[in-house]
Each structure stands twice: as structure tokens, then as C-alpha cells.
């Protein structure tokens, strides 16, 4: 485990991108007798990066009218964002010449540490960005676990506010955008197929199932109603009951949103499951990973570096799993003991999977209970913060049931960010549709997870910093991102939850669950493992039900390397963690450590690294 470890750690102290690029052809020993730069100097050149990446972010935002109104911003509110292969390319070529504009602009050495900070990851995301292209049309546009097909109706539904007749003209107007989107992104899956990738059948099957049910019920044919007219007219009433509009006009509004659904969203939707229908047939026989596909190697090497932001390869990523499982699989014996359980490991995880004291009923009742224990051990853990941060967010959390349109059995629960000031909250939602694949004991650990202290708090955070630039607010890097949620999960053992330990195996079986994807992640896309081998190793090392099972192994086939993030982001924030009280002694300050941390939005894992060697450095100075 040791030697395992060492491998990981040492592969994320990539060298910082921008570090040299800003100076010329200076020498060492030329740079060694300049004069020492002013505070002054630095002051200034540190305020002009930030001037600089204020005007790219507003330039970088022209790109995303959707994600201007994910933050809670006013313009562009009737536009969906161009989906195009070409507009990928202008970005990517904007963000070319800015990268070069960079370079020549700003002076490296003389920033500040934070600014320094904030160019490495700049650079660092055009370099992502490069990598990635080569492999564009090598992953799947659509798929059961996301795609333009649902995250755009969910993004209507959810994140366009209306407020004003003007708001809602803009919702009519982004339903066509959506329909343009969709067809876009029919056009890149279309790409991609000619080039031989064919995604799994269960991820066509589940398309078509959502795409359907979006065009089902009126305004269309079939019974009910379709989700996008609920929500239009919902709004619609809104601004009548509140005075906004008159009747008059909201029949008229009625009439155009009716006419946006029928002549645009739906034949955009049929288009869709057309080719879904007939592409289904060049699915594999056998599901696996993309390593069979087209440039699979090259292609999931790529994946495992995004995701990890590490040098890693397939094979030891595959073995820091393998340890990990033994590791865990050891606590886990140590608890099925303390609780008399008579009987091998194997026959515990069978009785966690299938005894009903572990499950809510499959009712509406049962499903409201299982949102309220959530609530319930949020508001617990909450109280515990302030012993362990000093930064706290600021931003609210709603604990609520997916869309029934885009609910699956057995799927992830996950966590939507609310808006940088607060006027909408955080989500954090359930799929509630088959209870038998929603064990009780992993309620608590994932309500950690997903709400505070893990991603909730992490992102709410990270978007409520001021004096960094704009872009490091809204940074995504997965094996942060993630790794902190799954690091969130330990350390509220710290702050006493898990007092049932049920629920502490739980956590257990979670942090199982992440430990499992690295060997089964790149089992399946490295080393050739069909769908079942991978759920016959899930199975054999987790309690957890099997449709929650199989719905995670079809996650990861679509996902490439997505899923190690987790588990080796959680191993490098320990590992400093455990490097800073090693170094501190008496001086360590877990408060301290945790606002290091979370205090310069999510990066990648070398300038985390980096970060908190600085705040050693200074700590032990003091």
C-alpha cells in the first residue's frame, strides 16, 4: 500500500504550466541579479491579471448563454448555447490567443502566490482542452446518466426564473433553442458513429426512454401531460396570479409555447429517437469499455488524466483499487463483528442488500421519509461546522426527488449548485423511483456527501470567494471536486455522525463503492472486462443493491475514467492532510487546513499540493 501510494503522489507533482512561460530567454543567472520586485510591483502586475481574466470571463461567458442564467445572470436569457463542433472550435481557438496574449502580457514573476494560482489553472484548462480534442468524437453525446436530451428540458424547467412577461417570452424563444441544440448534437452522435463508436444498448434504450417521455401527454399525444407544458403553463399562471400579465396574454403565451413544442421540440425529439431506434442495432454485442473502441487506449488514457488530473496510469490506478478493497474490506469485518453478526463478510453483504429493515417502503411515504432522514442528518452535521471551518457557505440547500422525466432505478444521487448569490439554492437530489435500491444505512454518509460538508459546501464556497478572479469560482476539477466529497465523508466521523454502525458500514460501503470503481473503471476500458465482470467484482466487495450496482457499472461504460476521480482525490487530500500535521506538530489547525483547502476554489491536484506546502511554510513561520 505504501509503495501504491508513493506512485500516486509523486505522479500529481506535475511542474506548473505558466511557471516559465512569461520571460523570455533570461538565463538563471541573469534572473538571479534582478532586483528583488517592489510590493508595489507586484501589487500592480497581480491587479493587472486580474483586470485581464475579468475581461476574458465575460468574453469566456459569451460562449454559454446557459450557463449565464445557471448563475443567476439576466442576459442572453433567450439563447441556448451553439452545440456545433464549430463553435467548439472558436472557443478553443479564442482560447489559443488569449493563452499567447497571456504569456506576453503578464509578468509570472511578479505575482502573487494566489495569482500565480490563477494563471497555472488557466493554462492548465487550455491544455485539458487540447488533449481532449484529438478524442471529440470518440465518447458518447448520448447516454443514460446526461445529454443535451435531458439536461436541456431540465435546465428550463429548474434554472430559467420567470418573473416578468419578458422572462417568459425568453423561456418560448429557448424552447426552439433547444430543439436546434438537440439536432446539433444528433448531428456530432451522428460523427462519431460513421467512425465506428457505437454506444452500449442500455444507454440508446435509456435515451429513448427519457426522450419519450418529453413528448408524451399534451400538448402531444398520449395521456397527461409533457413535462416542458406543465412547467410553461406553471409559469405562466404565476405571472397572472401575481399581476403581470392579463389572461389575454397569457393565452396568447400559452399559444406560442403549444406552438414551440409541437413545430420544433417534438420533431427535433422524433429526429432523435429515429436514429436512437436504428443506431441501436451497431451496439456491441457484449457491453465493455471504449479500450475495444475506436483509439480506446489513447482515448481512456486521455479520460483517466481529465478526470485525475495526475500523470496516473490505467494499471496503477487498477492497483491502488485492488489495495484499497483489502483495506476497507477489513474495517468492514472489524464492524460485522461489533454487531454479532455469525457468518463470513460475504454473508453480511447479503444480508445488508436484502434484509427489509434496511429499506423504506416503496410508497410515496416511504420516499418523503427517506427525503426528511436526509434533511434531518443535514441539519445535525450542520450544527458540527464551525468546529472544523472557518469558512461557511452561505447559500441554502434543498434536499428533493429527481424529475419524474429523467428518473432512473437505482440512479446516482447528485447535487445541482445554486447560484453565486444565493437567490437560488443548492439541490441536492434522489432518485426515488425503486427504494430497493436506496439502503438506509448509506442515507446518512451520502446526505454528507452531497450537502455539507461535501459539494454543497465545497461549491457554495468556492462561488462566494471574492478577491480571486471569476473563473476560479466556477472551476470544476473532478478529482477535487469529488475527492473532497468522498474526503467529507471520513471526516464526518470526526463530528459524530455514524453513532449507528449500520450506518458507519455504510460509509464503509460507500468509500468501498470508490475504491471499487478504480479496478473496475479500468477493468472495463483498460483490460477488456464485459458488463458483467464488472458487476460480478462490485458484488463480490460491496453490500449494495444490485440494480444500484448495475446501474453504477453502466455509469462508468459511458463514462470513461470519470469515476477514479473520487477515490484518488480523497487519497491526495489525506495524504496532505496527514503531511501538514506531521509538519505543524502543536500548530496544526484543522480549521486552518480545511479553509486552505476550500479557500481557493477547486483546482488540480499538483497546485493543490502546492497550496498547501505554502500555508505550511507559513504556518511554521509564525
Not at 87 to 103: F, G, H, I, N, S
Not at 218 to 243: N, Q, R, S, V, Y
Not at 513 to 524: K, M
Request: aromatic share 10%; with cysteine.
Amino acid at each position: 500500500m505504501k509503495k501504491l501510494l508513493i506512485t500516486l503522489f509523486a505522479s500529481t507533482a506535475l511542474t506548473a504550466c505558466g511557471q516559465n512561460a512569461s520571460n523570455g530567454d533570461a538565463t538563471p543567472t541573469e534572473k538571479s541579479e534582478k532586483a528583488a520586485p517592489t510590493a508595489e510591483a507586484i501589487a500592480a502586475e497581480t491587479e493587472k491579471l486580474n483586470q485581464w481574466f475579468a475581461d476574458r470571463w465575460e468574453e469566456e461567458l459569451d460562449f454559454s448563454p446557459t450557463f449565464k442564467t445557471y448563475l443567476g445572470r439576466d442576459d442572453d436569457k433567450d439563447k441556448i448555447d451553439d452545440a456545433s463542433e464549430a463553435a467548439e472550435d472558436a472557443q478553443l481557438a479564442w482560447r489559443r490567443e488569449k493563452a499567447a496574449e497571456l504569456k506576453t502580457t503578464i509578468d509570472y514573476d511578479l505575482l502573487t502566490p494566489e495569482a500565480k494560482t490563477s494563471y497555472d489553472i488557466w493554462l492548465f484548462q487550455l491544455e485539458q482542452a487540447e488533449a481532449s480534442l484529438p478524442f471529440r468524437r470518440r465518447g458518447y453525446v448520448f447516454h443514460q446518466m446526461s445529454g443535451p436530451h435531458s439536461s436541456l428540458p431540465n435546465f428550463l424547467i429548474n434554472f430559467h426564473k420567470v418573473a416578468t412577461a419578458e422572462d417568459m417570452t425568453a423561456y418560448i424563444t429557448r424552447i426552439d433553442g433547444v430543439s436546434r441544440a438537440v439536432g446539433q448534437s444528433l448531428q456530432r452522435a451522428k460523427f462519431a458513429a460513421d467512425e465506428g463508436v457505437h454506444a452500449p444498448l442500455f444507454a440508446y434504450e435509456g435515451v429513448i426512454q427519457q426522450s419519450k417521455a418529453l413528448i408524451t401527454g399534451a400538448p402531444f399525444d398520449g395521456e397527461g401531460e409533457a413535462p416542458l407544458w406543465t412547467d410553461a403553463k406553471a409559469k405562466i399562471a404565476k405571472l397572472t396570479d401575481d399581476g403581470v400579465i392579463g389572461e389575454e396574454e397569457a393565452e396568447i403565451m400559452r399559444g406560442h409555447a403549444r406552438t414551440a413544442l409541437l413545430d420544433s421540440f417534438k420533431p427535433s425529439y422524433d429526429a432523435l429517437i429515429a436514429w436512437l431506434e436504428e443506431e441501436k442495432l451497431n451496439s456491441p454485442e457484449v457491453a465493455t469499455g471504449v479500450g475495444s473502441g475506436p483509439d480506446g487506449e489513447d482515448f481512456y488514457t486521455e479520460r483517466l488524466a481529465y478526470a485525475t488530473t495526475t500523470a496516473l496510469t490505467p494499471d496503477e490506478v487498477h492497483e491502488i483499487g485492488l489495495s484499497e478493497v483489502a483495506r476497507i474490506r477489513g474495517e468492514m469485518e472489524a464492524i460485522k463483528n461489533q454487531v454479532g453478526f455469525e457468518g463470513t463478510l460475504d454473508e453480511f453483504f447479503t444480508f445488508m442488500r436484502e434484509d427489509e429493515q434496511f429499506y423504506y417502503p416503496n410508497t410515496d411515504e416511504g420516499r418523503e421519509a427517506y427525503l426528511q432522514a436526509a434533511r434531518d442528518a443535514l441539519e445535525v452535521i450542520n450544527v458540527q461546522l464551525p468546529e472544523k471551518f472557518g469558512l461557511l457557505p452561505k447559500a441554502d440547500l434543498v434536499v428533493k426527488r429527481v424529475e419524474a422525466f429523467r428518473e432512473r432505478d437505482g440512479g446516482a444521487q447528485h447535487y445541482f449548485s445554486g447560484t453565486p448569490d444565493g437567490s437560488r439554492p443548492g439541490i441536492f437530489y434522489a432518485h426515488l423511483s425503486d427504494m430497493s435500491a436506496m439502503p438506509i444505512p448509506q442515507l446518512e454518509v451520502i446526505a454528507y456527501h452531497e450537502g455539507n460538508p461535501g459539494h454543497h459546501m465545497q461549491i457554495s464556497i468556492a462561488q462566494e470567494l471574492t478577491g480571486i478572479p471569476e473563473f476560479r469560482t466556477q472551476a470544476g476539477f473532478t478529482a477535487y471536486v469529488e475527492g473532497w466529497a468522498l474526503y467529507s465523508e471520513l471526516l464526518a466521523t470526526e463530528m459524530g455522525a455514524y453513532d449507528d454502525p449500520y450506518s458507519d458500514f455504510g460509509r464503509l460501503t460507500t468509500e468501498i463503492w470508490r475504491a471499487i470503481r478504480l479496478v473496475v473503471d479500468t477493468g472495463l476500458h483498460n483490460k477488456g472486462w464485459t458488463e458483467e465482470e464488472a458487476v460480478a467484482y462490485f458484488i463480490a466487495n460491496s453490500p449494495a443493491a444490485e440494480g444500484q450496482i448495475r446501474s453504477e457499472i453502466q455509469r462508468y461504460i459511458v463514462m470513461p475514467g470519470q469515476a477514479t476521480a473520487y477515490k484518488i482525490g480523497m487519497l491526495k487530500i489525506i495524504e496532505l492532510r496527514k503531511k501538514a500535521e506531521a509538519a505543524l506538530g502543536d500548530k496544526f489547525d484543522i480549521r486552518e487546513f480545511h479553509d486552505t483547502v476550500l479557500g481557493g476554489g477547486a483546482l488540480p491536484l499538483s497546485i493543490l499540493e502546492r497550496r498547501i506546502d505554502a500555508w505550511i511554510e507559513t504556518v511554521q513561520t509564525r
